[in-house]
């Protein structure tokens, strides 16, 4: 899939931390892409999210090609445990950015959990073993 995504300068910027578990969940969905690009339909907010190595990008369902809100600057490597929050920056490009952002995080989140949990195995896991056949000659 391909998508241009326009954008004006930002309105404004600020310092956030993401969960451990939404940013880990992140880069695991972008994981299972084939181009490391994960697409997160953010339903209840008519919005798209737009996953990459670089920044998440938020795109509204009325104004497609036009970024609403960008997180950018994620640095993972500044926590000591995988259970730390990463700390990252979110530009704003609409005026009602700021609060988009409010509910942006959390629903994200649930939206990723819904795609993450699409492709699990149902039931649990099985521990197959094989006779290792002796090679003889």
Excluded: C
């Excluded at 907010?45 to 998440?56: C, H, K, N, R, W």
Aim: positive net charge; proline residues 7%.
């Amino acid at each position: 899939m391909e998508i241009i995504v326009y954008r004006n300068p930002p309105l404004a910027s600020e310092q956030r931390a993401l969960p451990a578990e939404h940013y880990n969940l992140a880069r695991g969905l972008q994981a299972r892409s084939p181009r490391g690009v994960a697409f997160v339909p953010i339903r209840s907010m008519q919005m798209l999210g737009i996953l990459d190595a670089e920044e998440f990008v938020f795109l509204d369902a009325h104004e497609k090609q036009l970024a609403v809100l960008a997180w950018r600057g994620f640095r993972p490597q500044q926590r000591t445990g995988l259970d730390q929050p990463v700390a990252y920056e979110a530009l704003y490009y609409r005026e009602d950015a700021r609060e988009l952002m409010a509910r942006l995080q959390p629903e994200l989140f649930k939206a990723m959990q819904g795609l993450a949990a699409r492709d699990r195995v149902a039931g649990p896991a099985r521990v197959l073993f094989f006779e290792r056949k002796e090679r003889t000659g």
